[in-house]
């Protein structure tokens, strides 16, 4: 597979060319869709897709997580339970 080359193309161009695009991502190129300017989603090959990671969604996770543990320690409790560790466990795989 060649390395991704990724690409933006308007979202109101999908009707007429997305096999033209599901042919590219085929080939490992990662398609951008845009609207207004704006990027609305993303078109990557199906091996690749489950790996991407959202790296501001998981900062600001890991962020939330700190604070959270803080929080416990400063009260003087554990800063997660088993069952919060769990559900958030469980949270992350709704995705």
Same mark, same amino acid.
């Given at each position: 597979m060649? @390395? /991704?080359v990724i690409r933006a193309e308007h979202v109101d161009d999908a009707d007429e060319r997305l096999a033209g695009w599901l042919d590219r991502v085929e080939h490992g190129e990662e398609i951008t869709l845009t609207r207004q300017g704006r990027v609305v989603a993303? %078109?990557?090959? /199906? @091996?690749?897709a489950a790996?991407? %990671? &959202? !790296?501001? +969604?998981?900062?600001?996770? !890991?962020? +939330?997580m700190r604070a959270h543990r803080d929080r416990m %320690? /400063? @009260?003087g409790r554990? +800063?997660?339970? !088993? &069952? #919060?560790? %769990? #559900?958030m466990r469980d949270e992350g795989r709704r995705y």
């Amino acid at each position: 597979m060649q @390395d /991704a080359v990724i690409r933006a193309e308007h979202v109101d161009d999908a009707d007429e060319r997305l096999a033209g695009w599901l042919d590219r991502v085929e080939h490992g190129e990662e398609i951008t869709l845009t609207r207004q300017g704006r990027v609305v989603a993303r %078109l990557v090959p /199906a @091996d690749n897709a489950a790996t991407k %990671l &959202d !790296l501001t +969604a998981m900062q600001s996770l !890991l962020a +939330a997580m700190r604070a959270h543990r803080d929080r416990m %320690l /400063a @009260d003087g409790r554990p +800063a997660f339970t !088993l &069952d #919060e560790i %769990l #559900e958030m466990r469980d949270e992350g795989r709704r995705y």
